[in-house]
């Protein structure tokens, strides 16, 4: 278990790369990133001239540019997740530079779980050594900087309910993207079936 406290610290500015800005079957989305790897993902979003804004305020001075090296083929493989074809990010290269330990640990805890597995928000915290701190982790969640490639939206509610989701679309976009995974609820039984739409 690593050594971390639930409280978050201040934030650290980000060494700015590039971003790019891409359309998906589900609506149009957003990477920035460092030398580092990737720091800012938006999810779908209706207009490219939003999912700019967003990127533009974390990265005032980025310019917009095709990723190279081991983030060459990230739109690629999100245009493929959105059209519904199982896709693996654990290996995408992060830049989590000034954001709290804690988040970490569950960010890094999140990538373990894999397409189509879910988990609920005390189960999560609980398997990091904080089984007390779920109000936290629905706080890490709402602001994970880098939602899909750390699959924030397989974490669940008690009791398999949806939980809440901060990206565009709210909890329907939660569900789109848990559909699409043909996921179940960590507590589902065998006659039970997956998130619809």
């Known amino acids: ?3 971390v406290s639930p409280k978050a610290v201040g934030s ?23 030398e580092a790897g990737l720091a800012r993902f938006i999810l779908p979003a209706p207009d490219a001239g939003s999912v700019e804004r967003l990127l533009k305020r974390r990265f005032p001075d980025g310019n917009a540019t095709q990723p190279t090296g081991a983030l060459a083929n990230l739109a690629v493989a999100v245009r493929r997740y959105f059209d519904g074809v199982q896709q693996d990010f654990s290996r995408v290269p992060l830049d989590l530079s000034g954001i709290s ?7 890094t805890a999140m990538r373990g779980l894999s397409y189509g597995e879910t988990t609920t928000y005390g189960a999560l915290c609980e398997s990091v050594g904080f089984p ?27 009791g398999g309910k949806i939980g809440g989701f901060s990206a565009h679309g709210g909890i329907t976009t939660k569900q789109k993207m848990l559909a699409l995974e043909n996921a179940r609820s960590p507590n589902a039984d065998e006659a039970q079936g997956t998130f619809a739409f």
């Open 101 to 107: 330990p804690f988040h970490q640990t569950l960010y």
């Open 12 to 34: 650290v500015p980000v060494s700015f790369g590039g971003y790019q800005v891409f359309e998906t079957a589900f609506g149009f989305c957003g990477a920035g990133w460092s």
């Open 132 to 158: 007390k701190a779920t109000r936290e982790t629905g706080a890490a969640m709402g602001k994970n900087p880098i939602p899909l490639i750390i699959p924030c939206h397989r974490v669940l509610a008690a």
């Open 1 to 3: 278990m690593l050594n």
